[in-house]
């Protein structure tokens, strides 16, 4: 029975509660707080959303309290703001307080509430979009038309005071253009359009944006006819511009007709071409370029045969006595007073490297500075040294302890003999192929081989050597020369000046000679050199014996019979420089 | 002889007209203007301070807000640590007028004296928050350039506002108590979570006490200086 009883109960309930849900009542769904926004900072309304009712008529209930307070309000007015919304007045705002709030949703069948939102005025300012949008076309006489717009500041907003700081954005666009054209100006209500298409219809929008906060909404467009006589631009400051541009191109066409070239040359100058002595461009456009080599080639280099007869043309013997110096313009000066032996590059008088035996006869020409202070140099390595510079001073340096030499070394930067102090690269460009060594060694060679073999049948040219290893001899003939002077004022041998050509040593092979020996009395013994061609040596002639004097001032040896055999028996076979004392 | 006396005339000449051009000149200088308040020493003009005042008080609120934003979105979703932050800054002491009828009651004296208790209360937290801040693990430069910015700011304005003070208000005694912050603790604390409900504490007070000052200067600028007709 009693089961009977509970289990009928249960069943009315269930019953119940199925005929219930199949009416389709329900408690309310959570109604959700939208946003919360204040124009003005002074007020501020609330709004919410809703849930599904339940099927029942739900009353929606705001309550809140503030950030500090336990007690809680209902919202003071649910109708200002709108359907589902609640109006917080000025003496229910506070600002920098935060507000709690939270909806709930009644009805018959139960509460729902929403999940609360924290609320401080501060973060919620929106104000309204700015009002009283005027737009109007000015026309003044004497400046550009414009279009003027003016607005007042949103309502519900206090700037007058500073409680609401206020910045403003227009926007205008030709009725049919896509793209706006936007202004931003903080605080001022007015705004001034200049350039502006006639015809056309314009629209204009304002919104406004507080301090700190959210921006309005864009205010209702505004629109403007602009008539067709619109004058868009101020067109005589662009004729004034124009005239002002042709009076200055003018002027400067007629400044260059003017001046013409000369300007062009101020402003522009020419590029300097290239300037090589000899070298001549268009030989290089051409491409011929041996052509081109053979033009920047000195003529007289490099030294052929031709050159080897004009350096035996021009060899230049001083007479060590005489102070005579080579009557050739000098154009440096020496400290020493020394004239410099020129060497003549523009002439073929070969002078310049065949100088050098003017250049000893000048070491020569002061006898008192090297008598007997002659030694042998260090050693043969030295005429090796591929510093050219030093191996013709060799002889005469040791002979310089009285600084005599410097009158050579003094020559050398600034005559272009012998440019001792410089290597020799700087030296004339038309002997480049050469070593001084070798000018030298030619030079004495020559000056040796005229001096001795001027004998008609016995003559052995000068060689011209052009290598380096010919310094042992350049050496040794070098000392034989210095021996030769050193020994002169015994001897009183004069040493010949060759100044004319001479027939008898033109279109001779040069060669060497060698000093043999110096004699007990005073007598210089020269040697040719052993030609190495010739295979077995000839026999050593000696030549010491002064035969005559040309009117060229050639001295002619002939060999000494009386000392040839002494010398062949004393020094046999003696080629090396002999080791003078 | 005449040489010498047409020299002296000629000197004499430029002298007079360099007197002159200087008399004209000095009257065409436009002089700096005078003190609303009575005669003081201005040496910059108070709508000049108050100008620039205006200038750095929003730019600081401007910082703050960001500020608050980053940290609110990398450190505080869903953590609810805005619950905690009811109530918890150490400014609520001061009588700080919360609408603007009782901003527009309050005498620019009190306001001017409110506005420095605020920001002298706050140099000790923000040099705090710039140490932690640099601390704290994955610090965001967002967040730790805004706080040296904010902290460097304050002291400017606090200069700015003390200039302003003995201004408008001549002889007065600077000698109001600030409220004094001691939420450092809370800052160091272990508990990661304690910590950044902490940071989001202080980062909101900044947020709120930076607009306070911002309202009330933007208020007194136009009540002082535009004669209420901004």
Redesign the interface.
Same mark, same amino acid.
């Given at each position: 029975m009693f089961e009977n009883a509970a289990s009928r109960v249960v069943f009315i309930l269930l019953l119940f509660l199925n005929v219930s849900l199949l009416n389709g009542q329900s408690p309310p769904e959570k109604p959700k707080l939208v946003k919360c926004r204040s124009p003005g900072k002074e007020t501020f309304t609330c709004w919410w959303e809703p849930g599904t009712d339940g099927g029942l008529p739900t009353n929606y209930k705001l309550t809140y309290h503030q950030e500090g307070e336990t007690l809680i309000h209902e919202c003071p007015d649910y109708k200002t703001g709108g359907p589902n919304s609640c109006y917080f007045s000025k003496k229910h705002t506070s600002i920098w307080k935060m507000y709690v709030i939270t909806v709930n949703a009644i009805n018959q069948m139960g509460i729902s509430s929403s999940d609360p939102l924290y609320v401080d005025v501060t973060y919620i300012v929106e104000p309204e979009p700015p009002a009283n949008l005027t737009l109007e076309l000015k026309h003044p006489e004497d400046r550009k038309p414009y279009l003027w717009i003016k607005w007042s500041p949103p309502t519900m907003t206090d700037v007058k005071s500073g409680w609401f700081i206020i910045q403003y954005e227009i926007r205008l666009k030709p009725e049919k253009a896509t793209d706006w054209e936007t202004h931003f100006t903080p605080k001022q209500t007015q705004l001034k359009i200049f350039n502006l298409y006639p015809g056309q219809k314009y629209l204009v929008q304002i919104r406004s944006k507080p301090d700190h906060g959210y921006w309005s909404e864009w205010s209702p467009e505004s629109s403007i006819q602009i008539p067709n006589d619109f004058p868009v631009k101020d067109t005589s400051m662009w004729i004034f511009v124009a005239i002002l541009s042709a009076v200055i191109c003018l002027i400067m066409v007629w400044a260059v007709a003017l001046k013409g070239y000369s300007m062009v040359t101020c402003i522009l100058p020419p590029v300097p071409g290239p300037k090589i002595k000899g070298f001549d461009v268009h030989l290089l456009e051409k491409g011929k370029s041996e052509e081109l080599l053979r033009a920047l080639e000195s003529h007289d280099f490099p030294p052929t045969s031709d050159c080897e007869d004009l350096l035996m043309e021009f060899i230049e013997v001083d007479d060590c006595e005489d102070q005579q110096l080579m009557p050739r313009p000098s154009k440096e000066h020496t400290e020493q007073g020394v004239k410099p032996m020129h060497l003549d590059l523009d002439s073929d008088s070969g002078r310049g490297s065949c100088d050098s035996p003017s250049l000893l006869s000048e070491k020569c020409d002061e006898p008192q500075a090297h008598p007997s202070k002659f030694h042998t140099p260090e050693g043969p390595e030295k005429l090796e040294n591929p510093e050219t510079n030093l191996t013709c001073l060799q002889a005469p340096q040791s002979t310089s302890g009285e600084g005599k030499i410097p009158y050579f070394l003094a020559n050398g930067p600034k005559s272009s003999t012998w440019p001792f102090p410089q290597p020799p690269s700087l030296y004339s460009p038309r002997y480049s192929y050469h070593n001084i060594a070798d000018v030298c060694e030619l030079a004495l060679g020559m000056a040796g081989t005229t001096a001795t073999s001027l004998d008609q049948t016995d003559q052995h040219a000068l060689k011209a050597s052009k290598t380096i290893e010919t310094g042992r001899e350049g050496k040794a003939t070098k000392q034989r020369e210095s021996e030769g002077c050193s020994s002169k004022p015994d001897q009183d041998t004069v040493w010949p000046r060759p100044q004319d050509k001479t027939p008898l040593i033109s279109a001779k092979p040069l060669e060497y000679v060698e000093i043999h020996k110096v004699s007990q009395d005073g007598v210089l013994a020269l040697f040719p050199k052993q030609n190495e061609k010739f295979g077995a040596p000839e026999a050593s002639k000696e030549y010491s014996k002064v035969s005559r004097v040309t009117d060229s001032n050639i001295l002619v040896l002939v060999p000494d019979p009386q000392a040839q055999n002494l010398t062949l028996l004393e020094e046999p076979a003696k080629k090396a420089p002999p080791a003078l004392p | 002889m005449d040489s010498k006396g047409s020299s002296q005339k000629a000197g004499s000449r430029l002298l007079l007209l360099l007197v002159v051009s200087n008399l004209l000149l000095c009257q065409g200088v436009v002089s700096t203007p005078v003190c609303p308040n009575g005669p003081g020493n201005c040496q910059v003009s108070l709508r000049d301070l108050f100008d620039r005042a205006v200038m750095v008080s %929003?730019y600081i %609120? #401007?910082l703050s807000?960001e500020m608050f934003n980053e940290f609110d979105k990398r450190y505080a979703q869903g953590k609810g640590f805005?619950t905690m932050?009811?109530?918890s800054c150490h400014t609520?002491s001061l009588p $700080?007028p919360?609408? *603007?009828?009782q901003?527009?009651q309050t005498h620019h004296e009190v306001l001017m004296s409110l506005i420095l208790g605020l920001l002298r209360s706050w140099n000790d937290p923000l040099y705090h928050l710039v140490t932690e801040v640099r601390g704290m693990k994955g610090a965001p430069d967002a967040i730790l350039s805004r706080a040296i910015e904010i902290e460097e700011e304050n002291k400017r304005l606090l200069e700015g506002m003390e200039m302003i003070f003995g201004q408008v208000i001549p002889g007065a005694k600077e000698t109001e108590p600030y409220p004094v912050w001691s939420g450092l603790p809370s800052l160091q604390t272990k508990d990661e979570d304690a910590r950044y409900s902490a940071f989001y504490n202080l980062l909101h007070c900044l947020r709120?006490d930076s607009? *306070?000052i #911002? $309202?009330y200067l *933007?208020?007194?600028? @136009?009540?002082i200086i535009?004669n209420?007709? @901004?």
């Amino acid at each position: 029975m009693f089961e009977n009883a509970a289990s009928r109960v249960v069943f009315i309930l269930l019953l119940f509660l199925n005929v219930s849900l199949l009416n389709g009542q329900s408690p309310p769904e959570k109604p959700k707080l939208v946003k919360c926004r204040s124009p003005g900072k002074e007020t501020f309304t609330c709004w919410w959303e809703p849930g599904t009712d339940g099927g029942l008529p739900t009353n929606y209930k705001l309550t809140y309290h503030q950030e500090g307070e336990t007690l809680i309000h209902e919202c003071p007015d649910y109708k200002t703001g709108g359907p589902n919304s609640c109006y917080f007045s000025k003496k229910h705002t506070s600002i920098w307080k935060m507000y709690v709030i939270t909806v709930n949703a009644i009805n018959q069948m139960g509460i729902s509430s929403s999940d609360p939102l924290y609320v401080d005025v501060t973060y919620i300012v929106e104000p309204e979009p700015p009002a009283n949008l005027t737009l109007e076309l000015k026309h003044p006489e004497d400046r550009k038309p414009y279009l003027w717009i003016k607005w007042s500041p949103p309502t519900m907003t206090d700037v007058k005071s500073g409680w609401f700081i206020i910045q403003y954005e227009i926007r205008l666009k030709p009725e049919k253009a896509t793209d706006w054209e936007t202004h931003f100006t903080p605080k001022q209500t007015q705004l001034k359009i200049f350039n502006l298409y006639p015809g056309q219809k314009y629209l204009v929008q304002i919104r406004s944006k507080p301090d700190h906060g959210y921006w309005s909404e864009w205010s209702p467009e505004s629109s403007i006819q602009i008539p067709n006589d619109f004058p868009v631009k101020d067109t005589s400051m662009w004729i004034f511009v124009a005239i002002l541009s042709a009076v200055i191109c003018l002027i400067m066409v007629w400044a260059v007709a003017l001046k013409g070239y000369s300007m062009v040359t101020c402003i522009l100058p020419p590029v300097p071409g290239p300037k090589i002595k000899g070298f001549d461009v268009h030989l290089l456009e051409k491409g011929k370029s041996e052509e081109l080599l053979r033009a920047l080639e000195s003529h007289d280099f490099p030294p052929t045969s031709d050159c080897e007869d004009l350096l035996m043309e021009f060899i230049e013997v001083d007479d060590c006595e005489d102070q005579q110096l080579m009557p050739r313009p000098s154009k440096e000066h020496t400290e020493q007073g020394v004239k410099p032996m020129h060497l003549d590059l523009d002439s073929d008088s070969g002078r310049g490297s065949c100088d050098s035996p003017s250049l000893l006869s000048e070491k020569c020409d002061e006898p008192q500075a090297h008598p007997s202070k002659f030694h042998t140099p260090e050693g043969p390595e030295k005429l090796e040294n591929p510093e050219t510079n030093l191996t013709c001073l060799q002889a005469p340096q040791s002979t310089s302890g009285e600084g005599k030499i410097p009158y050579f070394l003094a020559n050398g930067p600034k005559s272009s003999t012998w440019p001792f102090p410089q290597p020799p690269s700087l030296y004339s460009p038309r002997y480049s192929y050469h070593n001084i060594a070798d000018v030298c060694e030619l030079a004495l060679g020559m000056a040796g081989t005229t001096a001795t073999s001027l004998d008609q049948t016995d003559q052995h040219a000068l060689k011209a050597s052009k290598t380096i290893e010919t310094g042992r001899e350049g050496k040794a003939t070098k000392q034989r020369e210095s021996e030769g002077c050193s020994s002169k004022p015994d001897q009183d041998t004069v040493w010949p000046r060759p100044q004319d050509k001479t027939p008898l040593i033109s279109a001779k092979p040069l060669e060497y000679v060698e000093i043999h020996k110096v004699s007990q009395d005073g007598v210089l013994a020269l040697f040719p050199k052993q030609n190495e061609k010739f295979g077995a040596p000839e026999a050593s002639k000696e030549y010491s014996k002064v035969s005559r004097v040309t009117d060229s001032n050639i001295l002619v040896l002939v060999p000494d019979p009386q000392a040839q055999n002494l010398t062949l028996l004393e020094e046999p076979a003696k080629k090396a420089p002999p080791a003078l004392p | 002889m005449d040489s010498k006396g047409s020299s002296q005339k000629a000197g004499s000449r430029l002298l007079l007209l360099l007197v002159v051009s200087n008399l004209l000149l000095c009257q065409g200088v436009v002089s700096t203007p005078v003190c609303p308040n009575g005669p003081g020493n201005c040496q910059v003009s108070l709508r000049d301070l108050f100008d620039r005042a205006v200038m750095v008080s %929003h730019y600081i %609120h #401007d910082l703050s807000s960001e500020m608050f934003n980053e940290f609110d979105k990398r450190y505080a979703q869903g953590k609810g640590f805005i619950t905690m932050a009811l109530n918890s800054c150490h400014t609520s002491s001061l009588p $700080t007028p919360e609408d *603007k009828e009782q901003a527009q009651q309050t005498h620019h004296e009190v306001l001017m004296s409110l506005i420095l208790g605020l920001l002298r209360s706050w140099n000790d937290p923000l040099y705090h928050l710039v140490t932690e801040v640099r601390g704290m693990k994955g610090a965001p430069d967002a967040i730790l350039s805004r706080a040296i910015e904010i902290e460097e700011e304050n002291k400017r304005l606090l200069e700015g506002m003390e200039m302003i003070f003995g201004q408008v208000i001549p002889g007065a005694k600077e000698t109001e108590p600030y409220p004094v912050w001691s939420g450092l603790p809370s800052l160091q604390t272990k508990d990661e979570d304690a910590r950044y409900s902490a940071f989001y504490n202080l980062l909101h007070c900044l947020r709120r006490d930076s607009s *306070k000052i #911002d $309202t009330y200067l *933007k208020l007194l600028n @136009c009540r002082i200086i535009y004669n209420n007709n @901004c």
